[in-house]
């Protein structure tokens, strides 16, 4: 009887041992597997050079305060540009902002647009007298380790009503436009140029 007590007690120490080994090797065997997908797609490979396909394009209309202080229609419209970046300098801070223009000078430009208007079919580069775009003043990345990102920017551009001095291809009512965008990073990396679809600001 002592004997069969001891073969039974000894049986069932084994099948435990071998539930606990079959059970590591399953947990080892998914661990690995985990390990494998990770390495296998790994971080995505974007270059340095920023990258930039379109987006969205819309209009908001809404009042803004004039020149002479006194409210006034407005169009803003709101082009959002997709992202991609390798080591993820988009976007700066006051300290970045105030290297670049000692570098460059003062009217450093980040994110560039050009406004074309539509002429008797086709449409017209303008030469505005003040620059469209300007710059995104935030970092796009946390912390300075470099590192891929991507991402959507949006940035406006606004149109006042019964205010089109500087761009005389403007009439102030329905005109059709469109724009080119470019950006660059704080290397001055310059991203490939995207062109919006048209639009019609000035409706009302």
Known sequence: MQNNKATS??????????????????ILYIFGFLTL????????????????????????????????GNP?????????????????DLGFNDADFAALQKQYGLDVRTFLIELYVKKKGAFVLTNPSVKYGGNIRFRLK??????????????????????????????????????DVTIKDRAMNTS??????????YKE
């Open 192 to 201: 490939n140029t995207i062109q919006t679809p048209e639009v019609v600001i």
């Open 37 to 68: 997908m990770v390495s296998c797609t790994g971080l995505p490979d974007f270059s340095n050079t920023p990258s930039i396909s379109y987006n969205n394009v819309r209009i908001l209309t809404g009042t803004s305060t004039g020149q002479l």
């Open 9 to 26: 007690k000894k049986d069932k120490t084994l099948y435990r041992q071998n539930v606990f080994f079959n059970t590591m090797k399953k």
């Open 142 to 179: 946390e912390g300075t380790k470099p590192g891929p990102i991507e991402g959507v920017i949006d940035y406006s551009v606004n149109f006042e009503y019964n205010l089109t001095e500087g761009i005389p291809e403007l009439t102030g009512k329905r005109d059709t436009v469109r724009f």
């Open 72 to 88: 006034t229609k407005r169009d803003s419209v709101i082009i959002s540009i997709d992202y991609q970046d390798g080591d993820g």
